[in-house]
């Protein structure tokens, strides 16, 4: 099956906590992204990663990091989460060069108390 | 910046009537490319249209858009809505990154 996946669905922790979420592409495409969709479902660029060049939003916090080992994988890593991490997060891919669709995977709800 | 305006809040329709969702962008970039992705409760968003000529009619599944630079807009419509249309709805301008706008809720009522 060629698709996005992501892992876990769900992840429940403490304020502080370090969480990491995975993701992984099985349909050839070259570049990855991290948004965050909030409670008001809007839905924010966080990272893109093409190839080894990353490209940070500069309004993420520096307590979040992406880690890519291959072209297939992205994931992300929060160090010390807050409660307005709080949010689903979607990984997506496309082809680069020129606007290409974006594919989603279902995204990781994670929840801070 | 970039920016994308959509239509605020909660659409509600019934059933057959017309739909039509606003999207208007600002770009300093003359070649915009513009998207309407949509997402249905509990999935994950999906593309459903994209433009990038200007002044030429786009289609998918019912839905339409033309791309118009000289009043930068790309409105979604429907000619007669149905119950499963209920979802969602992004448009999305492409610059340097994918921004998305807040997003339009549409709900269709038999």
């Known amino acids: 099956e060629t698709a996005v996946f992501q892992t876990p669905n769900y992840h429940v922790t403490q304020v502080g906590n370090e969480v990491s979420f995975n993701c992984k592409q099985t349909?050839?495409?070259?570049?990855m992204y991290w948004y965050k969709q909030d409670s008001k479902k809007l839905l924010k660029i966080m990272f893109s990663y093409n190839n080894k060049q990353l490209i940070v939003n500069e309004t993420v916090p520096r307590r979040f990091s992406p880690q890519s080992s291959d072209k297939a994988h992205l994931n992300l890593r929060i160090k010390s989460v807050e409660p307005e991490d709080s949010a689903v997060y979607l990984c997506?891919?496309?082809?680069?060069?020129?606007?290409?669709?974006?594919?989603f995977g279902p995204g990781t709800r994670l929840t801070v108390l | 910046g970039d920016s994308v305006t959509q239509t605020e809040g909660l659409v509600t329709l019934t059933e057959g009537l017309p739909v039509m969702l606003n999207c208007t962008y600002q770009?300093?970039?003359?070649?915009?490319?513009l998207f309407w992705y949509v997402q249905h409760l509990n999935e994950s968003p999906r593309l459903l249209l994209k433009?990038?000529?200007?002044?030429k009619r786009t289609e998918h599944q019912g839905f339409h858009a033309t791309l118009h630079k000289s009043s930068s807009s790309f409105h979604l419509q429907k000619s007669s809505a149905q119950l499963s249309d209920s979802a969602l709805y992004y448009c999305a301008y492409m610059g340097y990154k994918l921004t998305f706008g807040t997003g339009t809720s549409l709900l269709v009522d038999p």
């Open positions: 349909l050839g495409h070259d570049t």
């Open positions: 433009s990038f000529t200007d002044n």
């Open positions: 997506a891919s496309s082809s680069s060069g020129g606007a290409h669709e974006q594919y």
């Open positions: 770009t300093i970039y003359s070649n915009p490319f």
